[in-house]
């Protein structure tokens, strides 16, 4: 099992900043990619960002230059700083890690946590 406890959301004004965290705990799973996705009310989820465990970033363009993804922890936390916020980034952030262990592969997802943009 892996689990997955995110932190870090809250309220803030356009134009502010927040970092959120993602802390991963196993004892049997290896931890691969991990990344954040978002939901808004009556939308699909939405990729930001991913970073593989030898630290490669890719980001969606709706976010690329405002958010940055890292890693920490030996590779177990990873971090979404989000800067230059805006009403429209106002979402239920999950972080989802790819896991291995021996032939299986599996997506672990976090409970989520509510970022609001607003004045």
């Known amino acids: 099992q892996v689990q997955l406890v995110e932190s870090g959301g809250g309220l803030v004004q356009p134009g502010g900043s927040l970092r959120l965290s993602c802390a991963a705990s196993?004892?049997?799973?290896?931890?691969?990619?991990m990344g954040w996705y978002r939901q808004a009310p009556g939308m699909q989820r939405e990729f930001l960002a991913l970073?593989?465990?030898?630290?490669?970033?890719n980001y969606a363009d709706s976010v690329k230059g405002r958010f940055t993804i890292s890693r920490a922890n030996a590779k177990t936390t990873v971090y979404l700083q989000m800067n230059s916020l805006k009403p429209e980034d106002t979402a239920v952030y999950y972080c989802?890690?790819?896991?291995?262990?021996?032939?299986?592969?599996?997506?672990?997802w976090g409970q989520g946590t509510q970022v609001t943009v607003s004045s």
């Open positions: 989802v890690a790819d896991t291995v262990r021996g032939t299986i592969r599996r997506d672990y």
């Open positions: 970073i593989t465990s030898g630290g490669t970033t």
């Open positions: 196993t004892n049997d799973f290896t931890i691969n990619t």
